[in-house]
């Protein structure tokens, strides 16, 4: 996984702790990395690697989620 740089980790940490989804732009529970629906569209392993502690897996687990939803973007059935 490529480095995240610092700046971008803040964010991380800030849209970890805000109530808005940066997966789709709607509301979702702070400390929750996404809203239920943009989890329950992950992959099972992605899920699972959102409950990494961060800054020992989360911000690469959360930028891999954002990149799977951005492609995914549209493909709600
Ligand atoms: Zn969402």
């Known amino acids: 996984m490529a480095d995240i740089p610092v700046d971008r980790r803040i964010e991380i940490l800030d849209s970890l702790g805000s109530t808005?989804?940066?997966?789709c732009g709607k509301a979702k529970q702070s400390m929750k990395s996404h809203c239920r629906a943009c989890y329950f569209r992950l992959p099972k392993d992605l899920q699972r690697k959102l409950y990494e502690r961060f800054?020992?897996?989360?911000e690469e687990a959360f930028e891999e989620s954002l990149a799977y939803l951005k492609t995914k973007k549209g493909d709600l059935s």
């Open 55 to 58: 800054g020992s897996g989360y």
């Open 20 to 23: 808005k989804c940066e997966g």
